[in-house]
């Protein structure tokens, strides 16, 4: 791909009939692509692949995953145009190799998203369109001509009535398929044998495209992954480095730097609102400046912008971590070496920027340290430590296991979201992706409470 810094056509918008709705992404394709659409369109494939590890975690049935993955592409990926989609679809999925090429965790990931895309995508296509993308595979199988099938015909029947499918819906398009190639099919008795040949509908070929399709991209990752270097000219490669970079620990959802949804944080309430609606991470490190009276810079950031976020001032700002740390350091130490780190925060100071609040993703990725309390405690703390302090909020026996089994599969998002359901007794259907969105999600759901119980 060449990156372009102003729009020129694509090649590929002109050929676009030339391509598979669902393209085999075998090669990067030649074209050429604005840097705002290579990230842009990276961002918004990220979106449907994050929805879809969400909806895997959260154990959806194949049906709703099906009409998840439809809405996710839906809204994500299409356009008015027809080449449009398929430009952005290749476009995208190279784009994220690149961000997802450079790690196995990442690898991993991407892997296994990018093929439950594909298995879905495949199963949504006309049966023509899925026997041209097989033709296009170039897999060893031969579909049999009519002729064949009518000297199984009877044969191939009586498996179809036996797995319980009925006659009319079966597939009449079989590939001949050496049987050791297929061993869950023959162990399951749901194939027809004839001469080391195993006799495979249509609907079970898929899965084994699918897992060429893996097989394929797994391969392709590693290489890209070597390639990095050389795939690219140097001088690209200083433009492209910081967006593949950000891509990999993207937040994609709203800024919460200056949502104060709920209006300005109080004071005096705020030990209250801490217990109510501050996720764990939050009221971890709340908890540890009171009785610490002091955090080290990490939690100091973490919080101060959640702080920000939720609507704490900045005069109330100053006048709360003073409270705190001059108890420890003294009021004047306060003033001298740490009054400076909270007014920058605001934009205040240095720079002048407007600092966001951390999302889930940055913090999760983050690597607290001896004496640090910042970070996200379904990743970072003991398992004893987590059981204790969900205990501590309220979180019930039944719904501690429902988090820990999230915790042990690395689905600290999700961990946090049943947290979240557990507390408030309500869903969360979006997941937690932000620590500042579970407050403000919090808070929408007490005040409904409040609001009802008034009525
Ligand atoms: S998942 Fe996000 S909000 Fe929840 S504890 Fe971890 S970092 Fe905080």
Redesign the pocket.
């Known amino acids: 791909m060449e990156i372009v810094g102003s729009r020129r056509k694509s090649s590929l918008s002109s050929a676009g009939d030339a391509f598979p709705t669902l393209p085999l992404y075998r090669s990067a394709p030649v074209l050429e692509v604005r840097l705002e659409d290579f990230e842009l369109y990276a961002i918004h494939r990220l979106r449907v692949l994050k929805g879809i590890s969400d909806g895997l975690s959260r154990g959806k049935k194949p049906n709703e995953m099906e009409n998840l993955i439809k809405d996710l592409w839906k809204v994500n990926m299409m356009h008015s145009e027809a080449a449009e989609v398929i430009n952005k679809d290749i476009i995208s999925h190279f784009v994220l190799r690149l961000v997802y090429c450079r790690e196995e965790e990442l690898r991993r990931w991407f892997l296994s998203m990018e093929t439950t895309l594909f298995r879905y995508r495949f199963q949504l296509e006309t049966p023509e369109a899925q026997r041209a993308l097989l033709a296009e595979f170039d897999l060893p199988y031969k579909a049999i001509n009519n002729a064949e099938y009518e000297t199984v015909k009877d044969k191939l029947n009586q498996v179809v009535r036996s797995t319980g499918q009925s006659l009319s819906s079966a597939d009449t398009v079989y590939y001949k398929v050496p049987f050791e190639q297929v061993p869950e099919l023959v162990a399951t008795r749901r194939v027809y044998i004839l001469k080391g040949y195993a006799y495979v509908a249509m609907n079970q070929v898929n899965s084994l495209l699918v897992t060429q399709y893996r097989s394929n991209l797994s391969k392709a990752l590693v290489l890209t992954n070597r390639k990095w270097t050389s795939m690219i000219r140097e001088q690209e490669k200083d433009r492209l480095t910081p967006i593949v970079e950000a891509l990999s620990v993207s937040y994609l959802g709203p800024d919460y730097s200056q949502s104060k949804e709920y209006g300005e944080i109080s004071l005096k309430d705020i030990d209250q609102v801490a217990k109510k609606s501050f ?4 009221r ?1 490190l709340f908890g540890k400046l009171k009785e610490d009276h002091h955090l080290k810079h990490g939690g100091r950031m973490q919080l101060g912008l959640f702080l920000k976020g939720v609507g704490l001032n900045l005069d109330d700002a100053l006048a709360f971590w003073k409270a705190e740390f001059s108890r420890k350091v003294g009021a004047e130490r306060f003033d001298k070496e740490y009054a400076y780190g909270i007014r920058h925060n605001y934009g205040k100071e240095g720079k002048r920027t407007d600092y966001t609040p ?7 990725t983050s690597t607290p340290g001896v004496g640090d309390h910042h ?5 970072h703390f003991s398992e004893d430590n987590l059981r204790a302090a969900l205990s501590t909020m309220g979180v019930g026996n039944r719904a501690v296991e429902d988090v820990m089994d999230k915790v042990r599969n690395r689905h ?2 999700l ?3 049943l ?2 359901e557990a507390i408030h007794g309500a869903s969360c259907d979006e997941g ?4 500042n ?2 407050y403000n999600d919090s808070k929408k759901v007490l005040e409904s409470r409040n609001n009802s119980k008034g009525t």
Do not use: D
């Open positions: 996720p764990l991470c939050m971890h951390y999302s889930c993703q940055k913090i999760i970070g996200c405690p379904y990743r600290y998002q961990a946090c979201t947290t979240f937690i992706n932000h620590p969105q579970y």
